[in-house]
């Protein structure tokens, strides 16, 4: 089973459901955590803000993610 996640900011629990992954955008500020799943139809990815009251899906095209936690975390 996997440990809780708690978002660094805020402190909410992250529950991913299954085939969810949480990833981090990958740039110079702070951590922006994102939750990632497959699109419908196996199209590209999809992802929503790692926020239990975020329910707006968007298409990750070509934004770069990083795996969350990562080394630096």
Known sequence: MAPDLKHPATGDLIVLAEGEQLW?????????????RTGPDGGGALYRLADPRCKTWNKVGDMRLVPWPDATS
Not at 24 to 36: D, H
């Open 24 to 36: 981090r955008i990958g740039w110079s500020g702070p951590p922006v955590l994102v939750v990632t």
